[in-house]
């Protein structure tokens, strides 16, 4: 049982490049969320949705976007990297349950340059 | 409203010791605090959770202490150990909120 598997694990950036962050979880969770960490941040939520064909903007949602097209894979894209998205972002599922427990993957970090 | 507020950032505690991480909240509407540990290089993990209903939830040697009336919970690693080094990071959410809302973290270091 894999869990929750983030790709790549690491990714180096030239500024004005576009990515895309790949999450992809095999628990048959509904929810699943993308944040960032940063030092003294803590984790910031990004976007996340709660099924498939859904999104909705977190906290820090500016620059960034999201899909949902199956319900076991959650995108992010960066459409034009800047240096001030460089950061460690983890992608989590959770059931939705109340009281749920949250399964991060095991992060992607990613410097822009 | 929907912060959860950490402190300290970093603690360092001798090996044997108490670890105690604080945190508070505003939202009255938060009736679910669990606590995840995050090694380096890993995604965070859940540690232990509480309801608040109770005061107290323990767990092995890591307790969360809750204080309704004060907006506080916190939590208490007991015998520290250099195993224990970690980031920890609080939380909250409440029924139907679909997110949790984390508390900026502590990097707790255990010296040997």
């Known amino acids: 049982n894999a869990g929750v598997t983030q790709t790549p694990k690491f990714r180096v950036l030239k500024t004005g490049q576009s990515m895309t962050l790949l999450c992809a979880q095999d628990?048959?969770?509904?929810?699943m969320y993308w944040y960032r960490q940063d030092p003294g941040m803590g984790l910031r939520l990004i976007h996340y949705?709660?099924?498939?064909?859904?999104?909705a903007k977190g906290e820090v949602p500016d620059g960034y976007n999201v899909s949902r097209l199956k319900k076991q894979n959650f995108l992010l894209g960066l459409e034009s990297a800047a240096p001030s998205q460089t950061s460690v972002y983890f992608c989590?599922?959770?059931?939705?349950?109340?009281?749920?427990?949250?399964?991060f993957g095991q992060g992607t970090r990613l410097t822009v340059v | 409203q929907q912060q959860v507020k950490q402190s300290p950032q970093s603690l360092i505690v001798q090996k044997g010791g108490i670890s105690i991480i604080n945190c508070a909240y505003e939202?009255?509407?938060?009736?679910?605090f669990p606590w995840y540990q995050q090694f380096p290089g890993k995604g965070p993990a859940l540690l232990i959770a509480?309801?608040?209903?109770?005061s107290e939830k323990k767990e092995g040697r890591f307790t969360i202490s809750f204080n309704k009336s004060a907006k506080q919970f916190s939590l208490h690693i007991m015998d520290s150990q250099p195993g224990d080094s970690a980031t920890y990071f609080c939380?909250?959410?409440?029924?139907?909120?679909?997110?949790?809302?984390f508390g900026q973290g502590t990097r707790l270091t255990i010296n040997p």
């Open positions: 989590a599922s959770t059931s939705g349950d109340f009281g749920f427990e949250a399964f």
């Open positions: 628990m048959n969770h509904e929810y």
């Open positions: 949705s709660v099924g498939e064909g859904t999104t």
């Open positions: 939202n009255t509407a938060f009736d679910y």
């Open positions: 509480i309801r608040p209903d109770v």
């Open positions: 939380a909250a959410s409440w029924k139907g909120a679909q997110k949790l809302v």
